[in-house]
C-alpha cells in the first residue's frame, strides 16, 4: 500500500472558471478522490479575464489549488489589430513564455509534488514544463492523459497533414518520457498504437443519478421556459449540447433542417446548448428561408445541463475527433433518444437499432432520416433510450475513478 495517497493535476485552462471536457473531468474524477481521502494538488493557469467560476469547488478538502501564469495575453490584447499569421506568432510566443514560467514554479513547488502522481490533461503544450522540470522532480511520477486525437484536429483545421505529422512526432517523443499513459477512449488508444505509443483506456464518465434523476426543481431560466412553452405546443425538440465547433458538427445538423421539415409534418425545434459565438454559423443559416431560420436556436452555456436534456425529444452526437465523450454518456443516462454519426467516436460506446440510430457518418440525409425515424416512432425511441440509460451506469463517475485508482501504480517507483 501506498503511505501517501496524492495525486496532481497540470491543466492548460483556468480552473475552475473554464468550462469544458477536461475541466469537467477534473471536478469530477478530484470530487471522487476526495471522498476516498486522496491529497490534491492541481496546478491552473490564472484566467485573464474576471469571470465567476464555473465549477463549485467550495466543498472541497483536501485540495490545493496553485496558480500558473495566464495563456492568451497577447492574443486576448491585439486580437482585433492583427492577422492571422501574426496571430499565431504571438500565440506561439505567450505559449513559450508560458511554458518557461510555469517550469520554473514547478520546480520552485517540486517539495509539494514528492510522492505524487502528477497526472498532466492533455499533451502539447500543457506536458513541456513539466517534462522540463522532469529532473527536479524526485520521487514524482508523470502520467500524461491523451484526450483525443489533436493531429486530425490540426489537419482539419489548417488543411495539411504536414502539421499533424508533426504534431505526432512531437506527441511520441513527450509521451515516452512518460511513466504511463492514458487514453480517453479506444479510438485514442488506436491513434496511440499508431505512433508507438502504449497507453490505458480510461474513458470520460457521467454523474449517472444527477442526469437520470427527471426534471429537478432549480431556479427556471427564460431557456427552459422558454423550451418548455414550446412543448406544451406540441414541439418536438431537437437538442445538441456541445461547444459551438465545425468539429462537434454543428454545420451538419444546421444543413439536415430543410430535409428533416421537407420529410416530417411535426413542427420542431433544432435547439444547440453550449458556449460559443452562434453569429460564426449566421451564414449557414441565411441560405435557408426565414421558416428554416426560425426553426434553429442557440441557448448558449448552460449549468443546467440535465434539466435541458429531460426536455428534449431527441438528441444528436456530431462530434469528430477522439475519445469517449461527455455530451453522449450525459445523453444516455438522461433516458434520451440518440443519433449520432456511425464513427469510431460513437460507436465505441453507441450500437446502432440497440442503444441509438447511427447515421451514415457525413451524410446529411442519412441524419435527417434517423432523426424523422425516432420523430416518427416512439416504442423505438422510448427502448432506445433505456437500452443506453442501462449501460450508461458503467460509466458512473464512482466507478470511473475507482478505475483509475486500479491503472494507477501503487507506488511511486513502479
Not at 501574426?86 to 510555469?102: A, H, K, Q, V
Not at 444546421?254 to 420529410?263: D, F, H, M, R, Y
Request: contains cysteine; charged residues 20%; aromatic residues 10%.
Amino acid at each position: 500500500m501506498e503511505k501517501i495517497k496524492k495525486i496532481s493535476f497540470i491543466t492548460l485552462n483556468p480552473f475552475p472558471q473554464y468550462s469544458g471536457g477536461i475541466e469537467t473531468w477534473l471536478y469530477n474524477i478530484t470530487t471522487n478522490l476526495t471522498k476516498r481521502g486522496y491529497q490534491i494538488l492541481i496546478f491552473s493557469p490564472k484566467s485573464h479575464q474576471d469571470v465567476q467560476p464555473f465549477f463549485d469547488i467550495s466543498q472541497w478538502k483536501k485540495v490545493k489549488l496553485y496558480r500558473l501564469p495566464a495563456i492568451n495575453k497577447f492574443n486576448t490584447l491585439f486580437k482585433k489589430h492583427i492577422n492571422f499569421s501574426l496571430r499565431i506568432i504571438l500565440i506561439t510566443l505567450d505559449y513559450f513564455i508560458w511554458t518557461f514560467i510555469s517550469s520554473l514554479k514547478i520546480i520552485l513547488l517540486r517539495k509539494k509534488l514528492a510522492f505524487s502522481k502528477l497526472i498532466i490533461l492533455g499533451t502539447i503544450p500543457s506536458i513541456f514544463p513539466v517534462l522540463i522540470a522532469k529532473p527536479f522532480l524526485k520521487n514524482t511520477l508523470l502520467i500524461a492523459s491523451v484526450r483525443g486525437i489533436i493531429a486530425d484536429d490540426l489537419t482539419q483545421k489548417t488543411g495539411s497533414r504536414l502539421v499533424a505529422k508533426v504534431y505526432e512526432k512531437i506527441e511520441k517523443i513527450c509521451l515516452k518520457k512518460c511513466s504511463l499513459v492514458l487514453a480517453n477512449g479506444y479510438d485514442t488508444q488506436r491513434y496511440l498504437q499508431k505512433i508507438g505509443v502504449i497507453s490505458q483506456v480510461l474513458p470520460n464518465g457521467v454523474n449517472f443519478q444527477k442526469f437520470s434523476t427527471p426534471l429537478q426543481q432549480l431556479s427556471e431560466n427564460n431557456w427552459i421556459k422558454k423550451i418548455k412553452e414550446y412543448r406544451n405546443k406540441n414541439i418536438q425538440i431537437i437538442m445538441m449540447v456541445a461547444t459551438l465547433r465545425d468539429l462537434k458538427g454543428v454545420p451538419d445538423l444546421i444543413q439536415a433542417v430543410p430535409l428533416i421539415k421537407k420529410l416530417s409534418p411535426l413542427p420542431f425545434k433544432i435547439i444547440f446548448v453550449g458556449k460559443g459565438n452562434p453569429d460564426t454559423y449566421q451564414k449557414i443559416i441565411n441560405r435557408f428561408d426565414l421558416q428554416i431560420q426560425k426553426q434553429i436556436e442557440f441557448a448558449g452555456e448552460q449549468k443546467q445541463i440535465q434539466n435541458f436534456l429531460h426536455l428534449a425529444d431527441i438528441v444528436v452526437g456530431l462530434a469528430v475527433g477522439g475519445g469517449i465523450a461527455h455530451a453522449p454518456l450525459e445523453y444516455m443516462a438522461a433516458r434520451k433518444p440518440i443519433v449520432a454519426w456511425n464513427s469510431n467516436v460513437y460507436k465505441q460506446l453507441l450500437k446502432h437499432q440497440h442503444s441509438a440510430l447511427l447515421a451514415k457518418n457525413k451524410d446529411i440525409n442519412d441524419l435527417a432520416t434517423q432523426i424523422i425515424n425516432l420523430l416518427n416512432n416512439k416504442n423505438l425511441a422510448n427502448q432506445l433510450a433505456k437500452n443506453a440509460q442501462a449501460e450508461a451506469r458503467e460509466y458512473d463517475w464512482a466507478k470511473i475513478t475507482d478505475r483509475l485508482i486500479k491503472i494507477l501504480p501503487k507506488n511511486i517507483n513502479e
